[in-house]
């Protein structure tokens, strides 16, 4: 009797579908695609953007722009270099700050 009790256990153990370890795999690997999409999107591609128009910036400075330096110093332009650029702070104060310190162009001689 429990022979048929214990073959009948065996049978229905037996024809039910063994998951395999690579199904969770498989749903995984999309989850993770999609995590570094997101993480493009909205961290790397905005920085990149920033980046490009922060050089396209540097690049168009010209003298008599009115810029402001990452230091919070305030001036117009009056000489560039390749690397450098000479701001006047007041009459006859003038000081040199590399591309990289100028933050923002407030105003240039072609607006005014």
Known sequence: MWDVVLAQATEGTESAPATSPSSGLTSFVPMIAIFFL?????????????????????AALAKGDKVVTTGGICGTVVGLSERSVVVRVDDNVNIEFLRGAISQITSSEKEE
């Open 38 to 58: 997101i993480m493009y999107l909205f961290m790397i591609r905005p920085n990149q953007k920033r980046d490009r128009e922060r050089r396209q910036m540097l």
